[in-house]
Structures are given as structure tokens and as C-alpha cells.
């Protein structure tokens, strides 16, 4: 028999780990329980990734060319649509095919879904590797498919294996399922597990390269926001800390470009967190990078100091906000120093050596337009290297899924139940604010303006009017949702700084785009604002005639104030990726604090 386990990833470089958690701790436990020779049917476990730009059909196709006797679909916010698709087509195509769902999206509306979805035969709530080694274990006493069992009805011994199979199926911790008789079964969610017992996922490589890596060395969390499913587990668990510097030994052996580990709040244990930095320090490979999600404002001193001298490009953090309204904050059940926060935010900036990933909510309770306002201008002031703004996702079985009403939470009906409205925030202003994440996502989070937004802030003096006007801007000229070029990003934003900015500030503008256009690298094609460079070739060769065998590894540009910009391509910043850039001359503009 074959048992497929299918994930449809938000994206190629995705994969799975749930799925492949739950293959490996099943062939483990099972190997253990029916040795060879045991006389027992074998259930193989397959692997089917795809991804949510896959046409269905497509999906369908391989489905079904793998003939599996079981399937089970992977359950997010973010592929439960095209699950769902495939799952009301799959018995026109394989009709003696039993149907299992899993993941969150299906784990706290388990017997409602089954009455929707009636090709469901199962769900498996809540943590899946002991509930689908057990599911393996009850399929063994079957020997076939439940649909394909029903078709050999008069046979006695197989109506025997199917009293035993139904007898394990009634025991079997945190399944839901249609029972014999057509009525609906919920088991209670079983005890969490001990994480040390999950087999490592990673023991061969291939068919991840090119991959992000996802690890986990915790789950649960120890803090209740009201709007995560974290929250809801509060049995913190951690993984033997020797098992796990063995497995990142691993990676950091095969020189794997991204580790991205899933813990909740990594550092929530100083000891587990602390253990695992020094020990991707001190056995660095030079390449790989590992991704953390961490709650900044519990970091001491010492892991302040740990951080402050890893190679550039080792670790990046991904750190929560949300929001810094104190009302808001404590609705939310959210546990947050923000003070503490900004100084630590601050301190690890001025390292220069981490890339850091700050997180905005909108949407939330008792955040309104203007409140939004001040807690985007508090974030962006730490100056991450990516600002996330974010949209209120209303999960089921959340705390703030049951405070909707109160809340006055107007959300999508399909998934990812992103909000549309509240109490405090209306649906125009839901829009204002997708026009503003849109352009930060362009202008910012890119990180190809950086010079160019930092200039503009002497201006506009308040970042979000800046994002908010640009968005107006877009908006007006109907450049919104069309596909633009890079150097028309930049054609873009000068003409939009250009109608509102006068003389001087202009000229400054001008040179701070031209460094961020060649920072990033040797462009081919110039805007059209850009200065022209033929009055000047002869001065900038008489200024680098070492450098004139280097061709596009360097280039030298005057700026409208004067000075002459030399970007070196071979020299990069380890953090930012971007090109050494030099002030070639007048030596006076060359020392003073002005544009470039």
C-alpha cells in the first residue's frame, strides 16, 4: 500500500517539513514495531511537494499517476483553497483512494469540515508524527483503502480486518474521521510529544537544493498573542541541545546557503538560544546563513555581545512589533518592553553585522488610522533592514477569533481571513494602508533607495506621510498593480520628488538616486534625469588610470554637487550586498556630510 503525503508550497524554494517530519518519525517508530518478516501488509510512504502556482490539474495528474491507496494533504491558510480543489476532484480520478487532511487550517474545525468536504475520510489534528504512525499501524490491520474495502463487502476476513481496523481507528488520539456508519468521530488532541524523539528530516540533501532549510529546535510558545496559534500551546518544548548542534553541524558542513529555524520565540530560553549562537560562531562556515525569530527586548547583555561579533551575514533576526500603541499591546496579551526593544534594535544596527527583520500588524484592536501612523514612524525609526506591514489574519481557533464580534472584525470569508475593517479602521483606510505596505515593499524593503529615503526624510520629515503620498501617487497616474523596471522605480520616484521639491533639494535628490542606482550595480541603462557623463570621461580617466583594465567591475560617476563617485564591484558589503563606493574628489565635498 502507498500513502501519500502532499504539500502545495507557497513557492518553489518552500518545502514541507511537517510532511517530511511526519515520514521519518513514522519509519522510525514502525521499523521498530514491524521488523522484516513480520507478515504484515508494508505501508510506503511517498512525498508529493507542488506549489500553489502549479495548475491544478497538473497536481491532479501526478497525483494520480503515483496511484496511492491514501493521501494526505498538508493544511495552511495559504494553500487550504487549492487542497480543498483537489480534494473534491480526486476520487472522479481515484475513487478507492481514502482522503486524510492535517496542519493547522483543518486542526480547530475539525467535524464542521468533514461535514462540508463529505470525500474526507479523516482529519489528524494538532501535532501529526505519533497520530500518522498510529493511522499506518490501523491501515495495516485493513491491508487496502477503506473505499477500496467497502467494494469487498461478503468477504469474512476482510470484514474481520475491518472491525480491527475501525476498533484501532475508535482509539486513536486526536483524529476526527467518518465512521463506519457515516457519523462523525472527534478524539481529543493528544499529549504533546517529547521533540527529541523526531528523527532529524535533513539525513540526505537532495532535492533541496536550491531550498530554504527549515529546522526546529523548540515548539510551542510561552506568551498568548491573541491573534497567533502559538498561542494556544503553551507547553514549551526544546530538543536535546546535542542533538541538535550535531544536526546544524550538518548543514554547516554541506555549506547549506539558509538554515531558517521555525521556533516560536527562539530565545525565550536564554540557555537553548545562547548554546546554539556560540556554536554556529565558532563552527562557522563563512556561507551559511540562519534565520530566527526572536522577541528582542529579552536579550541580555551577553547575547547582546555573542551577536555583536559574528561574521557579517551569519544570523538574521526576525523581531515582532506589531505595534506600539499600549493599548493595543495589552488587548492583544502581548508581553513587550518597547523601549527596551528599540535599544536593543539599535544597538545590534550599529554592528552592522545583522540583517534584521522588523514586523507590523494592521488591523488590530484599538489601532486606528492615526495610531497606525505613530507606530509605523516608531518601527521605521529603528531603521530595520526589511519593515513587514503586515494585515490582521483572523485565525480559527485563536483568542481574537472568538473577540471578532466584539471587535467589530469584518474579515474575508476564504482564507488567509485577511481583515477588512474594524471598530477602529475602515475599509478605506485598510486600502490607504495597502497602497503605503505596497510601496514600502518597493522602496524600502528592497534596500536598492536607501541613500535616496534617508535623504528624503530631511523633506517630508515624517516617514509615513511619505510612503502615504507616494501611494497617492501611484494611485493617480495609475501606475498601481503594473509590472515596472527597475530603472523605472527610479524615473518614478524622481518625478514624484521632483513635483513636490524645489532647486537644491532636487539636485540632492538627484545624486542620492544616481549612488543607490550604481551601489546595487553596474547599470547598463541610465534615467533620464541622471547627469551627462561625457564632459568629464578625460578628468575621471586622469583620476584612475589604474583602474582602466577593469571594465564593468567599476564604475566612476560625477554627481550634479561636484563630486565624483567611484563604485567598486569587486569589493561588496557583506551585509547589504552592495558596492564599496569611494569619494574620489573634491577632497572638501569628499569630508563633508552631504548627499553621497
Known amino acids: 500500500m502507498k500513502f501519500l503525503l502532499a504539500a502545495v508550497n507557497a513557492k518553489y524554494i518552500h518545502s514541507n517539513p511537517g510532511i517530511y517530519s ?12 514491524f521488523p522484516e518478516g513480520a507478515g504484515l501488509p508494508s505501508v510506503h510512504v511517498e512525498i508529493g511537494e507542488y506549489t500553489i502556482n502549479n495548475q491544478m490539474e497538473q497536481i491532479l495528474e501526478d497525483i494520480y499517476r503515483r496511484k496511492p491507496d491514501m493521501v494526505g494533504f498538508s493544511c495552511y491558510i495559504w494553500n487550504i483553497v487549492p487542497c480543498l480543489e483537489l480534494v473534491r476532484d480526486l476520487h472522479k480520478v481515484l475513487p478507492d483512494t481514502d482522503i486524510w487532511l492535517g496542519g493547522p487550517e483543518v486542526s480547530f474545525d475539525a467535524p464542521e469540515l468533514l461535514l462540508r468536504e463529505p470525500e474526507v475520510l479523516g482529519i489528524m489534528k494538532g501535532e501529526g508524527e505519533e497520530t500518522f504512525a498510529a493511522l499506518l499501524n490501523c491501515y495495516e490491520k485493513l491491508g487496502m483503502s477503506v473505499r477500496k474495502s467497502v467494494g469487498m463487502s461478503g468477504c469474512r476476513d476482510q470484514e474481520k480486518k475491518e472491525e480491527e481496523f475501525w476498533e484501532s481507528l475508535s482509539s486513536l488520539p486526536a483524529a476526527a474521521y467518518r465512521g463506519k456508519d457515516g457519523t462523525i468521530q ?53 530538543r536535546d541541545l546535542e542533538l541538535v548542534k550535531r544536526e546544524l553541524d550538518y548543514f554547516l558542513e554541506n555549506r547549506v546557503p539558509q538554515v531558517k529555524f521555525v521556533d516560536r520565540t527562539f530565545n525565550c530560553r536564554k540557555s537553548h538560544a545562547l548554546e546554539i549562537w556560540r556554536h554556529i560562531k565558532e563552527h562557522d562556515n563563512g556561507v551559511t546563513n540562519f534565520h530566527f525569530e526572536i522577541a528582542a527586548d529579552l ?37 513587550m518592553d518597547l523601549e527596551r526593544l528599540k535599544k536593543v534594535v539599535v ?19 484599538w489601532e486606528d488610522y492615526s495610531s497606525f501612523h505613530r507606530s509605523f514612524n516608531e518601527v521605521y525609526a529603528m531603521e530595520p533592514e526589511q519593515l513587514q506591514l503586515g494585515f490582521l489574519k483572523v485565525l480559527k481557533g485563536s483568542f481574537m477569533y472568538e473577540q471578532a464580534e466584539n471587535y467589530g472584525l469584518v474579515y ?16 478605506d483606510d485598510v486600502l490607504k494602508l495597502k497602497g503605503i505596505e505596497n510601496m514600502v515593499e518597493v522602496y524600502y524593503n528592497s534596500g536598492q533607495f536607501t541613500r535616496t529615503l534617508k535623504y528624503l ?37 524622481h518625478d514624484f520628488v521632483e513635483e513636490r521639491t524645489e532647486g537644491e533639494f532636487l539636485m540632492g535628490a538627484e545624486d542620492a538616486l544616481m549612488c543607490d542606482l550604481y551601489l546595487r550595480e553596474n547599470a547598463k541603462s541610465r534615467p533620464s534625469f541622471a547627469l551627462d ?11 584612475t588610470p589604474e583602474l582602466r583594465g577593469l571594465g564593468t567591475r567599476v564604475h566612476a560617476e560625477v554627481l550634479r554637487s561636484g563630486k565624483i563617485m567611484l563604485f567598486d564591484y569587486r ?26
Open 299 to 335: 536579550l541580555d547583555e551577553e547575547e547582546l555581545e555573542l551577536i555583536g561579533i559574528m561574521r557579517p551575514g551569519l544570523i538574521q533576526l526576525e523581531i515582532g512589533v506589531q505595534s506600539t500603541n499600549p493599548r493595543t499591546i495589552r488587548e492583544i496579551h502581548r508581553v
Open 457 to 493: 526624510e530631511d523633506w517630508w520629515k515624517d516617514a509615513f506621510v511619505l510612503y502615504e503620498q507616494l501611494a497617492d501617487y501611484y494611485e493617480q497616474r495609475g501606475l498601481t498593480g503594473l509590472n515596472h523596471s527597475r530603472l523605472a522605480r527610479y524615473e518614478i520616484l
Open 571 to 596: 569589493k561588496r558589503d557583506p551585509l547589504t550586498h552592495n558596492a564599496e563606493m569611494i569619494c574620489l574628489e573634491p577632497e572638501k565635498a569628499c569630508l563633508e556630510e552631504t548627499t553621497c
Open 347 to 365: 544597538r545590534i544596527n550599529a554592528g552592522h553585522n545583522v540583517h534584521q527583520h522588523l514586523d507590523l500588524i494592521a488591523g488590530l484592536p
Open 186 to 238: 472527534d478524539h481529543p488532541v493528544r499529549p504533546v510529544m517529547d521533540m527529541s524523539r523526531i528523527p532529524f528530516l535533513y539525513s540526505r540533501l537532495e532535492g533541496f537544493e536550491n531550498r530554504i532549510i527549515y529546522y526546529e529546535s523548540s515548539r510551542g510558545c510561552p506568551f498568548s498573542c491573541s491573534y497567533c496559534l502559538s498561542s494556544v500551546d503553551k507547553s514549551v518544548r526544546f
Open 22 to 33: 511526519l515520514k521519518a518519525y513514522a519509519e522510525r517508530t514502525r521499523g521498530d514495531l
Open 412 to 427: 474575508r470569508d476564504k482564507p488567509p481571513y485577511e481583515v477588512l475593517s474594524t471598530k477602529w479602521l475602515s475599509y
Open 533 to 543: 557623463q561625457s564632459p568629464y570621461k578625460e578628468k575621471i580617466r586622469s583620476l
